[in-house]
């Protein structure tokens, strides 16, 4: 079983940086695809990166050269480091995992609750 917890998230000015984690509470954690996903208030969800069990990692146009995700297998934790926040970067991120990678990103079987990040301007 997979049990995602998200923290980290916050508010912080335009230009800063936050780092989110993600534990997992089980045992298969390293045989899954993770990813970290957004939701923004009136919008859909989006994924913003994902990282396979072999390291490949796949960002949005919109994040690309700010955020960066690893994964510490070792510690059942995977990591997005956000840096150059902009309040467009304003929204509910929520940690995925899964085994199949759809549409360019992780199809989530598993969900955190989610932790909200706030940019003001």
């Known amino acids: 079983q997979v049990q995602l917890v998200e923290s980290g998230g916050g508010l912080v000015q335009a230009g800063g940086s936050l780092r989110l984690s993600c534990v997992d509470s089980g045992r298969t954690f390293s045989t899954y695809i993770l990813g970290w996903y957004r939701q923004a208030p009136g919008k859909e969800r989006e994924c913003v990166a994902a990282i396979t069990w072999s390291q490949n990692m796949r960002y949005a146009d919109s994040v690309k050269g700010r955020f960066t995700i690893s994964r510490d297998n070792a510690k059942n934790t995977v990591y997005l480091q956000m840096s150059s926040l902009k309040p467009e970067d304003t929204a509910v991120y929520y940690c995925?995992?899964?085994?199949?990678?759809?549409?360019?990103?992780?199809?989530?079987?598993?969900w955190g609750q989610g932790t909200q990040v706030t940019v003001s301007s």
């Open positions: 995925a995992a899964g085994r199949i990678w759809s549409n360019n990103c992780v199809r989530g079987d598993y």
